[in-house]
């Protein structure tokens, strides 16, 4: 590899929620022709998180799962910061949680970054620059991690574009996974009212046409500004990864690129579903499963890439495409690493994919009235023990206000609910 690609990402984790509704059955409880979502949209099915998940134990589950499973020392760790958009607390950052739960030493500088589904990346870009600067210098690593509920109103036109999920990423100066590329910055920021989600909502605002819109405007002119600055053009990506806010977003961006260079070139391109189908579809495989994570579903793309990934995947160049409405977008390159097919089944998403229950239409309206009454008084959290079939979350909610709410799975054991469906205490807690 190349001696200048000296950071970037050691080690990749995945949690997605233990529940799921297929595009199928929500279509069919609300009198839509399911190929608007499966085809229209592209989503097959969508994470729904339990009334006992929230940002800071989705965070907790796949941080939790990338130091057991890698074997990080957490006395390494120099900084934690966490991507989202759907923070529990106005003052009191999800890193902080997560730092108390993971046991993380107390030189760990933790925070938060926000900026819709840009604010992974802000952090991840932020993390590589003090690895640079100071980190690996005093043998420090960071660990960043997205986690996010994108919520809309029952009934809406997002309904369909939901989803839950964290990913999480030890970066350092040892980029077995991914170096990121040190071309400069291609960065597009304007004020725009595209999605919003004021404090006094569960469920974000979205202008949906106009939010099209300005994700590709924002991709025009990262891909040109990075193209002029790089010069790398559009065969030189083995792969290209987008933001994905329902997968046919992503086939969108792509479209838009390859009509872009198909102008450039007087039509001579090859077919581009084929191009589509060999650069993107091998990462976008999970977010049809999962829908969108917000400021994690360009990394859950990532994550896919690699999970079933085999040794072609090793040193190709991906293009990664960050988009987050308000808005901020950037795009950049990077390397995947050379022992990179060794992470084929590793990431952890067909273990979690394996486990999930699909939730029948009524469920998902409880686990979704219980999340907004949980959002306006949080007294009454509960435990609330997984299906049988899948081993029971490390990290749940527990009962209490927010300042004793977190405990590690192993604390509340002895107070975990006898029930072993999480919806029978989701009704009961409504009652
Ligand atoms: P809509 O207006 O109900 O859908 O909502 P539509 O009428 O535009 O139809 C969608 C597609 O289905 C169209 O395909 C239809 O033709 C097709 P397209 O023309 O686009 O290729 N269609 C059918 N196909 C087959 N059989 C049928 C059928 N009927 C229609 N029977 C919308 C769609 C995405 C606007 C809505 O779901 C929404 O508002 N979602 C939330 C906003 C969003 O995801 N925006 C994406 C860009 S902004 C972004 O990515 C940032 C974000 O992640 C937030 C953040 O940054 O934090 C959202």
């Known amino acids: 590899m190349n001696?200048?690609?000296?950071?970037?990402?050691?080690?990749?984790?995945v949690h997605i929620p233990r529940h799921h509704l297929e595009m199928g059955e929500l279509a069919r409880a609300t009198g839509v022709d399911p190929q608007k979502y499966l085809q229209g949209l592209g989503v097959?099915?969508?994470a729904v998180a339990a009334p006992d998940e929230d940002p800071v134990t989705m965070a907790c589950?796949?941080?939790?799962?990338?130091?057991r499973d890698y074997r990080v020392d957490p006395a390494c760790l120099g900084l934690l910061v966490v991507g989202s958009e759907s923070?529990?607390?106005?003052?009191?950052?999800?890193?902080?949680?997560?730092h108390g739960l993971l046991g993380l030493p107390p030189g760990c500088r933790t925070f938060d970054t926000k900026h819709a589904c840009y604010g992974a990346t802000a952090a991840l870009r932020l993390a590589l620059?003090?690895?640079?600067?100071?980190?690996?210098?005093?043998?420090?690593?960071?660990?960043?991690?997205?986690?996010?509920?994108?919520?809309?109103?029952?009934?809406?036109a997002g309904e369909p574009t939901q989803g839950a999920g964290a990913v999480a990423m030890l970066v350092s100066d040892e980029p077995a996974?991914?170096?990121?590329e040190p071309w400069p910055e291609a960065v597009f920021t304007q004020d725009v009212m595209d999605f919003w989600r004021p404090n006094y909502t569960?469920?974000?605002?979205?202008?949906?046409q106009v939010s099209i819109q300005c994700y590709l405007r924002a991709l025009e002119h990262c891909w040109g500004d990075f193209e002029r600055q790089s010069r790398l053009g559009f065969d030189d990506y083995e792969h290209m990864l987008f933001h994905v806010p329902f997968p046919k977003m992503a086939y969108k961006a792509f479209r838009a690129l390859h009509e872009r260079e198909a102008a450039r070139r007087g039509g001579e391109l090859p077919g581009l579903d084929a191009l589509f189908a060999e650069r993107t579809e091998p990462g976008l495989w999970v977010n049809r499963l999962v829908g969108n994570v917000y400021s994690g579903s360009l990394y859950l793309s990532l994550a896919g890439l690699l999970e079933r990934g085999d040794r072609r995947v090793e040193g190709a160049r991906v293009g990664l495409f960050s988009y987050g409405s308000g808005c901020c977008a950037e795009w950049f390159s990077a390397r995947v690493g050379p022992d990179a097919g060794a992470w084929r089944g590793r990431v952890g998403i067909a273990e979690a994919l394996r486990h999930r229950r699909a939730l029948e239409h009524a469920e998902y309206l409880q686990f979704r009235a219980l999340?907004?009454?949980?959002?306006?008084?949080?007294?009454?959290l509960e435990p609330l023990p997984g299906p049988s079939a899948r081993p029971r979350p490390q990290y749940l909610g527990v009962r209490g206000d927010r300042r004793q709410y977190r405990a590690p799975a192993r604390a509340c054991a002895g107070q975990a609910a006898e029930a072993d469906s999480a919806l029978a205490l989701a009704a009961g807690a409504l009652r």
């Open 61 to 67: 589950e796949a941080a939790g799962a990338l130091l």
């Open 3 to 13: 001696s200048s690609l000296r950071f970037g990402l050691e080690a990749l984790s």
């Open 44 to 46: 097959q099915s969508m």
């Open 129 to 156: 620059d003090w690895c640079e600067a100071r980190g690996a210098r005093a043998g420090k690593k960071a660990l960043v991690v997205a986690s996010d509920i994108a919520r809309y109103e029952v009934g809406s």
């Open 371 to 380: 999340a907004e009454h949980l959002a306006q008084d949080d007294s009454c």
């Open 177 to 180: 996974l991914l170096a990121v």
């Open 202 to 208: 569960a469920c974000a605002r979205v202008d949906g």
């Open 87 to 98: 923070g529990v607390d106005e003052a009191k950052p999800i890193a902080t949680f997560v």
